[in-house]
């Protein structure tokens, strides 16, 4: 690859000569390019904003042309308390420089005045990965000197070319197409709208896809595989322009010093969700989560396997084994139940007080002996994180002290009963209580009612919880 350097711009600390592959710097240029075979990635050598994301095989710029800025990163600190927001261009000193492998750059920004600690810095590197349109981006701020922390705005990706036939794919739950999103997000008479996903929560994946039908598309995500607090976001502005971010939560303790645990990933493709899916797959499949997973590795009971259908249904035994033994009979199949409302508590207000069963305990152990004679299995429903805040053992059994707490020490009550209106509070699972609680539950209603298995409703969403006394980190992390 061969190397173009001009002559030292703004900022720039160092000729970078021939070892830096992949990297240009054109006199003719304000911008600094990054650049395999198959993506060309501009960042502004004035700030460092974003200002060419370029598929080579397609070929296209994913930015528009006559972009409005938007800086790399963004900050939210406290400072004594108030809340504070920190951006690049607010950086008196930017530079750049070679980075640690032939096709990176290390950028760095500081000096933001006298309200800020005199050695804050943001550094920043980019790297592309080798024979991929994959770009992956990582960030550090540095003496933070008494300044918390509170969300990291990075990478920031300015004003997506608008294409026909576009779409939005994001793994929320089981997955949700959009087509026309730049209409949602942009609006109507320069009216503008956001739409984040969090991770850990509705989001399945840690990636989403905006792209033209079987044409060029942008690819987000990150290799984070320890489940950090994190969002992704698009949102419009009044120019009419479509963003990107990923927002990190990092964990809400005074540190001196921030790193992102894990590289954001910005790639370039050509398809749709599909191929999206497959190059998380790619990655997904290789991580401890799938390779050391109990199917893989042979630790589940041998009737999972063997399955032929699931049934999905609620209510007394009468109206679900016994029609899914009628099911089996006709299908030929081993048939499966997956059990809601099978408990003695009222939907969405009552738990966890789900033991007894709600046609009482003789009853519901004789109706799944039966059916495990005709080898019918059931799992049954069990929210993994809510208490009914109206519940009497909400009280008796002190519960208010191991739930999510917001930042200001509160409750955030949560209502799904549209009928009651009843609110339920998200439990701690940083706590050894709930801990506690939901495997007595489990231990009960596997050893000594004979289900088949418990579903673990709400597993993905792990909240954030503000609350010191929990002994985990407050907030993100």
Not at 38 to 59: C, E, M, N, T, W
Not at 123 to 139: D, F, K, T, Y
Not at 286 to 295: D, G, I, K, P, V
Not at 393 to 417: C, H, L, Q
Request: hydrophobic share 40%; charged share 20%.
């Amino acid at each position: 690859m061969h190397t173009r350097v001009g002559p030292p711009m703004h900022g720039v600390m160092a000729i970078f000569g021939p070892l830096l592959l992949g990297l240009a710097v054109m006199a003719e240029s304000p911008v600094a390019s990054l650049e395999n075979g198959h993506l060309q990635v501009g960042l502004s050598q004035s700030d460092g904003g974003l200002a060419q994301f370029a598929d080579r095989k397609a070929p296209w710029n994913h930015i528009a042309d006559h972009a409005n800025p938007l800086g790399l990163w963004k900050l939210d600190v406290l400072r004594e308390g108030k809340a504070v927001e920190l951006t690049s261009a607010q950086a008196k000193r930017f530079q750049f420089e070679p980075g640690r492998t032939p096709q990176s750059l290390r950028l760095s920004w500081s000096d933001f005045g006298g309200e800020f600690p005199l050695q804050l810095k943001v550094v920043v590197e980019a790297q592309l990965e080798p024979g991929l349109a994959m770009s992956r981006w990582h960030i550090a701020v540095e003496n933070l000197r008494g300044l918390l922390l509170e969300k990291v705005h990075f990478p920031r990706f300015p004003a997506i070319r608008e294409q026909a036939d576009e779409y939005l794919a994001v793994p929320v739950w089981m997955g949700q197409l959009v087509p026309n999103p730049r209409a949602l997000l942009v609006g109507v008479a320069g009216t503008a709208k956001l739409m984040e996903w969090d991770y850990p929560g509705h989001t399945s994946l840690q990636c989403l896809a905006f792209y033209r039908k079987n044409g060029p598309g942008l690819y987000f995500s990150c290799d984070d595989t320890a489940s950090y607090r994190k969002s992704f976001v698009m949102w419009g502005d009044a120019a009419g322009q479509v963003n990107y971010e990923m927002i990190h939560l990092p964990e809400n303790s005074p540190a001196d010093t921030y790193r992102l645990p894990y590289q954001a990933i910005i790639g370039a493709f050509q398809g749709d969700w599909f191929t999206a899916a497959e190059r998380y797959r790619s990655w997904a499949t290789n991580q401890a989560w799938a390779r050391e997973s109990r199917l893989a590795t042979g630790h589940i009971p041998d009737w999972v396997p063997a399955t032929g259908m699931w049934v999905w249904n609620r209510g007394r035994a009468a109206g679900v084994l016994d029609p899914a033994i009628a099911l089996q009979e006709e299908l030929g199949l081993p048939v499966r139940v997956f059990w809601h409302w099978w408990h003695g508590c009222a939907y969405d207000t009552g738990f966890p007080e789900y033991l007894p069963p709600r046609e009482g305990v003789e009853s519901f152990t004789n109706a799944l002996a039966r059916a495990h004679q005709k080898d019918v299995r059931a799992i049954v429903y069990m929210n993994q994180r809510l208490w009914g805040m109206t519940t009497k053992s909400w009280k008796t059994e002190g519960a208010e002290r191991y739930a999510v707490k917001a930042a200001d020490g509160s409750v955030p009550p949560e209502v799904y009963n549209t009928f009651t209106k009843l609110p339920c509070a998200s439990m701690c699972i940083g706590t050894q209580f709930w801990r506690n609680k939901y495997a007595d539950l489990a231990e009960e209603a596997y050893l000594k009612l004979g289900v088949d298995g418990i579903y673990m409703d709400q597993a993905c969403s792990s909240m954030a919880c503000f609350d010191p006394n929990h002994g985990h980190p407050r907030g993100g992390g």
